[in-house]
């Protein structure tokens, strides 16, 4: 642990709170995500293979990374064990490699044309991340874990749809992570209470917006199958 961590019960005047609607807020943002996700029915064979292999192409090598982002910008002893035991789980059961068995089997391992769907507001992810503000990192985090977790009877939909049955991904995801958000809030608060001066809402949920471009381009980027189209075009 870094000599600045801090116990919450050192700060004598521990007045502030995480600001009221933050939470509903997020809940709100996922299920009017949830709520946009196109009927599997409907789909195309393409258009099921889109939607998991730039999920996979954003989860598989960013989560862990945005996770540690999260431990480095924390102050707090409570947040520092928290985060501490989500990185310790991903790694230990290996949750890169789960999802990379789960994109395989259900022939939806990313191309260079789903990495480009996502690649600029993962770009700005990663910007945002990099200011290791933990006040508005937490918030995002919590929101990605909450949807995880809420997204994963869908995904779990589209492999099966596309002939897999290696789905311990999203079995394990839908369980998991309804404690990790949990614990994610905690930590929130504990980051709060080290906060000088009064936090802005806004500014706490900006990572949250950023995240949303993104979930929104891996469910709804139908233009990929047209950009793959115009790049074969313009090979020949
Ligand atoms: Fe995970």
Known sequence: MTSNVTTSTDVV??????????????DRTIQDLLASLPDPQQLSPVGRRGIIARYTAVL??????????????VKSWEAHQ??????????RDNHPGMLRRFAMAAHAVPTDTDIMAV??????????????????????????EGFIQRFMPYL??????????????TEVHGVVD????????????????????????????????????VLEVVIHHSNTEKLETVVASTNR
């Not at 005047?13 to 997020?26: K, N």
């Not at 928290?82 to 790694?91: A, G, H, M, T, Y």
């Not at 992810?125 to 006040?135: D, H, W």
């Not at 500014?203 to 471009?213: D, F, Q, S």
């Open 178 to 213: 309804v404690g990790h958000t949990e614990e994610l809030y905690r930590a929130l608060n504990a980051e709060v209470l080290l906060a000088h001066g009064p936090l802005d809402k806004m500014r706490m949920l900006e990572g949250v917006e950023i995240l949303r471009k």
């Open 119 to 144: 690649h600029g507001h993962v770009h700005e992810v990663r910007k945002f991340i990099g200011r290791l503000r933990s006040e508005s990192i937490l918030p995002m985090m919590a929101f990605f």
């Open 156 to 169: 779990a939909d589209l492999a099966v749809r596309q002939g897999s049955s290696e789905l311990e991904y």
């Open 60 to 73: 598989e090598g960013n989560f862990v990374y945005w996770m540690t982002s999260a431990y480095l910008s």
């Open 13 to 26: 005047s521990a007045t502030h709170c995480v600001p009221p609607g933050t939470r509903e807020y997020i």
């Open 82 to 91: 928290i985060i501490d035991d989500n990185l310790r789980e991903e790694v």
